[in-house]
């Protein structure tokens, strides 16, 4: 997978910007996605992340990680077939609250690095058509989010 990190904070450690890296190509892998899929990958604030929240989705508050898919558009890009199949999957972009992180990880008592994992893969999954706004939709998506991460190595 071709994933791009941003770090608007410009304080976040290299290891974790390698863990996004990671932990986004091993679930990638595991759901079988092309090896050319790109993803971008941007960490941030609580105040940048709340702009965004307000601006996109109507709700007033910072939050943790928010999904942008590029497949969501209601029309259809019309091009040629051949020049289709060059042209990367770009499944969307995931901005991370660096705050919401440290403060979810210190709440659920577990580290930040596990929590800043569980979150690129939560926002992973929405990317790739996965949600959780109704029963049905939480059985497939959590038991799959739970085990990526069990099988990457952050267990709770």
């Known amino acids: 997978m071709d994933i791009q990190t941003f770090d608007h904070t410009k304080e976040e450690n290299?290891?974790?910007?390698?863990?996004?890296t990671?932990?986004?190509?091993?679930?990638?892998?595991?759901?079988?996605?092309?090896e050319e899929t790109e993803i971008s990958v941007t960490?941030?604030?609580n105040d940048e992340?709340?702009?965004?929240n307000?601006?996109?989705?109507?709700?007033?508050?910072?939050?943790d990680v928010i999904s942008f898919?590029?497949?969501?558009?209601?029309?259809?890009?019309?091009?040629?077939?051949?020049?289709?199949?060059?042209i990367p999957a770009n499944i969307g972009d995931l901005m991370i609250s660096v705050d919401k992180v440290?403060?979810?990880?210190?709440f659920l008592g577990h580290s930040y690095e596990r929590e800043l994992g569980f979150l690129c893969v939560h926002g992973f999954l929405?990317?790739?058509?996965?949600?959780h706004m109704e029963k049905e939709d939480q059985e497939k998506m959590f038991p799959l989010q739970k085990e990526i991460m069990n099988a990457y190595g952050l267990k709770r």
Not at 54 to 63: H, I, Q
Not at 69 to 84: C, F, G, L, V
Not at 126 to 131: F, I, P, Q, V
């Open 102 to 106: 440290a403060e979810q990880a210190e």
């Open 69 to 86: 898919a590029i497949n969501d558009a209601d029309e259809d890009i019309i091009m040629d077939p051949e020049m289709a199949e060059e």
């Open 49 to 52: 992340i709340h702009q965004i």
């Open 14 to 20: 290299p290891k974790n910007l390698e863990l996004i």
């Open 126 to 131: 929405h990317l790739n058509g996965y949600d």
């Open 22 to 34: 990671d932990i986004l190509e091993f679930a990638g892998n595991y759901l079988h996605l092309d």
């Open 54 to 63: 307000k601006e996109y989705r109507n709700v007033d508050r910072p939050t």
């Open 43 to 45: 960490l941030m604030h």
